[in-house]
């Protein structure tokens, strides 16, 4: 054995206590969701259920309503918003990965203003609700992330790369652009529109911004909006008639939301993991 | 290659092929033509977008320099000069907010910069084995969690009657504290929450890096005998230090633009706390919707949009001269 074996084992037990450090928030609020309310507001939270019981997640499930409407919208959202926006970015970023596309540099300079000044949150708040008077309606639900400025450089610079002999042939064939553009470059463009595709979900899937802003009707709230009201008031819950405020297991139950919008994100993540971590490194190290 | 390499090779292949034939040339053109047509329709829906969310929001942080009215539109407010600016900088909850919003990204900077580096070097060591995998990936994951959900584990662990930090606390024989009312902590638990969900990231991009670096440099140095510190100092680091500047003075272009979600949500927007976590998003976003103060949020904004565009210019062109390219331009 080499001397390094020692500093290997150093190094994997570092990282191993960071990794579980990081890993206690999410141990903590799954703990508090299987406690029961009592024990959890005596003896507090720990990364142990407090005498283990299901009554948050059965006070859930009673009534789901809330919970699966957001779920529906936050999913209607997240996938109709990432189709749109992969096709409207792809498209744009095809025409200017083009050498000869006549506007090339002018929306080069388009794109590079833009993403130097931003007007911010006021002149946005005017635009959405006294100019398109969008206001508590499905369509601002989608607008705002539809375009990215970073994701349509890395979808420009990957479609650079693809080769031109292959297009140049297509187009001595007969093949227009948007036929070169559907069964070219878009099966082509597959690693970069996945990766693309992931950053648009995961900012569809929890934005809380925009409903904030923007949203007042709750037939329209989203799951993170939800959950935003849910921890800002936690006896919004208490509004449904039936039961008695006494006997509600709201900490514990906020929890148990918590729990149930973010562990399908969390362990989609995983799977998903290994197309983000492509489209970090593809952005830093351009 | 670079992109001039390819721009010279594909124009003098076009070429090549439309002399051999006058028609040719003249229906090479007009292809081309009707090529940039559909180009041109291609970018369309991305361009109005950007025109609309983009480009007239620029326009609309003048009104700032109005008496603006809703009813009125930006056009129909009467003009009021920098009568807003006078009222937004008389008091001192502006100074404040900007305080804190540079001095707190500077904090977040430095401190994410150190264990980003630490993490990634860290990792480089066993990237072999696959349980790095692992790793990074839990690492990964809380910059993937909503800031809704940042607040609930932060609650969890400083709510005063029950957080977990306060039964640590109390198990230890130390006395409790309540967190949301004490301003003096927030620096740190902020600093915490943001590393928490920003080291992963930034570790991966210094580990990109670090293993682009040919691995015979690090086998002549262990046959040097020299050790990983030094291996550290001596190799990895000035190889990969173009990449943490340009990222640093990105961020640091970004530095008049806080964290909304952070701020917002993780201090649960407590008026008790703004001392030290009131930052010029959370600022605007109050005199925007609590008070209704279209003044007050027009001139912050604009105050806000215009310096966050000097600082990050300056940075661009920094970035330009140390790197000798323009991380955005280049790819154009």
Redesign the interface.
Same mark, same amino acid.
């Given at each position: 054995m080499k001397s390094g074996s020692w500093s290997k084992i150093i190094i994997h037990s570092l990282l191993g206590l960071i990794a579980l450090a990081a890993l206690i928030p999410f141990l903590l609020i799954v703990a508090a969701s299987f406690s029961d309310e009592m024990a959890l507001t005596v003896k507090g939270y720990s990364l142990w259920p407090r005498d283990f019981n299901l009554s948050a997640y059965q006070f859930i499930f009673d009534k789901p309503g809330r919970l699966l409407r957001a779920y529906g919208n936050t999913i209607a959202i997240t996938v109709l918003g990432t189709s749109l926006s992969l096709v409207m970015m792809s498209l744009f970023a095809y025409a200017l990965s083009r050498q000869l596309f006549r506007f090339r540099r002018i929306y080069g300079i388009f794109l590079v203003v833009a993403m130097l000044f931003s007007g911010g949150l006021v002149p946005y708040y005017i635009l959405v609700t006294q100019v398109l008077k969008l206001q508590n309606t499905f369509i601002i639900l989608l607008l705002p992330n539809l375009i990215g400025l970073y994701q349509i450089i890395i979808l420009t610079a990957f479609f650079r790369q693809l080769p031109n002999e292959l297009f140049d042939a297509a187009r001595v064939d007969g093949a227009g652009e948007w036929r070169i553009y559907g069964s070219l470059v878009v099966p082509m463009g597959k690693p970069a529109l996945a990766t693309v595709g992931l950053m648009i979900a995961i900012l569809y899937w929890n934005n809380w911004t925009t409903p904030l802003y923007f949203i007042r009707d709750p037939d329209l709230y989203t799951l993170q909006y939800l959950l935003y009201q849910v921890m800002r008031d936690a006896e919004i819950l208490a509004l449904e008639p039936q039961i008695g405020a006494s006997q509600l297991p709201t900490q514990a139950t906020t929890m148990a939301m918590a729990v149930l919008a973010t562990g399908p994100a969390a362990f989609g993540f995983f799977f998903a993991q290994k197309y983000l971590v492509r489209g970090i490194t593809m952005g830093s190290l351009k | 290659m670079t992109?001039k390499d390819?721009?010279v090779k594909? @124009?003098l @292949?076009?070429p090549k092929r439309s002399v051999s034939s006058r028609g040719l040339k003249t229906k090479m053109g007009q292809?081309?033509r009707s090529?940039?047509r559909? #180009? %041109?329709l291609?970018?369309l829906?991305?361009?109005l =977008?950007?025109l609309?969310?983009?480009?007239?929001?620029? &326009?609309?942080?003048g *009104?700032a320099f109005v008496d603006?009215k809703?009813r009125k539109?930006?056009f129909g407010s009467d003009f009021v000069g920098l009568q807003n600016f006078t009222f937004l900088f008389s008091t001192d909850a502006v100074l404040q907010a900007t305080l804190n919003t540079v001095l707190l990204n500077l904090l977040f900077i430095v401190v994410t910069l150190a264990f980003s580096l630490a +993490?990634a070097f %860290?990792?480089f $060591? *066993?990237y072999s084995?696959s349980?790095?995998r &692992?790793? $990074? /990936?839990? +690492?990964?994951?809380?910059n993937? *969690?909503?800031?809704? *959900?940042?607040?609930?584990?932060?609650?969890?662990?400083l709510?005063t009657?029950?957080?977990?930090v306060?039964?640590v606390l109390q198990g230890l024989g130390m006395p409790r504290v309540a967190w949301y009312t004490e301003p003096q902590y927030w620096p740190t638990i902020l600093l915490i929450t943001h590393l #928490?969900t920003a080291m992963? #990231?930034g570790s991966?991009?210094y580990l /990109?890096?670090m293993l682009?670096i040919d691995n015979e440099l690090f086998e002549a140095a262990e046959m040097d005998g020299a050790g @990983?510190g030094r291996q550290f100092w001596s190799i990895t680091l000035p190889i990969i230090l173009p990449?943490v500047v340009i990222?640093v003075l990105l961020a640091l272009g970004s530095i008049f633009?806080a964290d909304?979600?952070l701020f917002f %949500?993780v201090t649960r927007n407590q008026g008790l706390l703004y001392p030290t976590t009131d930052v010029l998003?959370t600022y605007?976003?109050r005199a +925007?919707?609590t008070s209704g103060d =279209?003044s007050m /949020?027009?001139a912050a $904004?604009f105050y $806000?949009?215009v310096v966050?565009?000097l600082l +990050?210019?300056t940075a661009?062109r920094l970035v330009k001269r140390i790197g000798g390219r323009d991380?955005? %331009?280049?790819?154009?």
């Open positions: - | 992109d390819r721009t594909y @124009r @292949r076009m292809d081309l090529r940039n559909v #180009w %041109l291609m970018t829906p991305a361009a =977008w950007i609309l969310f983009r480009y007239l929001t620029m &326009v609309g942080v *009104i603006f809703p539109g930006i +993490l %860290l990792m $060591q *066993i084995s349980i790095s &692992v790793y $990074q /990936a839990v +690492l990964l994951l809380p993937f *969690i909503s800031y809704v *959900i940042v607040s609930y584990f932060v609650f969890a662990l709510a009657d029950n957080g977990m306060n039964g #928490w992963g #990231w991966l991009i /990109a890096a682009g @990983r990449i990222n633009n909304f979600g %949500l998003d605007i976003y +925007l919707t =279209w /949020a027009s $904004q $806000q949009s966050g565009f +990050l210019l661009n991380r955005d %331009l280049s790819l154009m």
